[in-house]
Structure formats: structure tokens, C-alpha cells
């Protein structure tokens, strides 16, 4: 069962998922299988939360990264000695020469 909620996503795994089966490494580790880490969006260094239900589910929460910030695409991009009208013209996404 996969539930998409909006402030994340829970995965309740239990039975056979068909996902295939993992093995635990003597470290604790286990390798989520690409396709539901594809699906899920998960990518090396996502944050997973697990939670045991009453019933033993045990849940998988991650949390969708935080959007890029709008001024991301600048960085970089300001030259040295640019006058205030260009710096807000590079913001505004206006063509600065």
C-alpha cells in the first residue's frame, strides 16, 4: 500500500509488495528497490522517517525537499562593479550586457 499525502509521502510495507525481497546488511542497512525509490523521488541523502504501528506496519516518511529558492538561478551571475539598475535587472531576468 502506497499513500501519497500532501506534506509527504508514507509507504506501509507488510506482506509480499512485490518489490522484491532485501537483505539486512550486518550494519542495519537495507537497499530500498529502485523502483519504488524512482517513484517515491528518492535520491541519496533524502531524510526517511520510520514509525511502528500498533499493528507492526512499520511506515517509511520522507518529507519532499524544500523548493530551490527563485534567486538560486543568480548565483553566480553578478559581475563586480554592476550598478544597482543591473543587479535588478539580472532579478527581473532581463537581459544585462
Known amino acids: 500500500m502506497i499513500v501519497r499525502h500532501a506534506l509527504g509521502i508514507t509507504i506501509a510495507i507488510s506482506g509480499n509488495t512485490g518489490a522484491g525481497m532485501t537483505r539486512m ?4 542497512q537495507v537497499t530500498i528497490p529502485k523502483r519504488l525509490r524512482d517513484h517515491l523521488g528518492l535520491k541519496p541523502g533524502s531524510d526517511i522517517d520510520f514509525e511502528l504501528a500498533e499493528d507492526g506496519r512499520v511506515f517509511l516518511k520522507t518529507h519532499p ?16 562593479g554592476m550598478t544597482t ?5 539580472l532579478t527581473r531576468g532581463e537581459d544585462v550586457d
Open 85 to 89: 539598475d543591473e543587479l535588478m535587472a
Open 25 to 28: 546488511t550486518t550494519k542495519g
Open 65 to 80: 525537499e524544500a523548493p530551490e529558492s527563485r534567486f538560486a538561478r543568480l548565483r553566480g551571475s553578478a559581475k563586480p
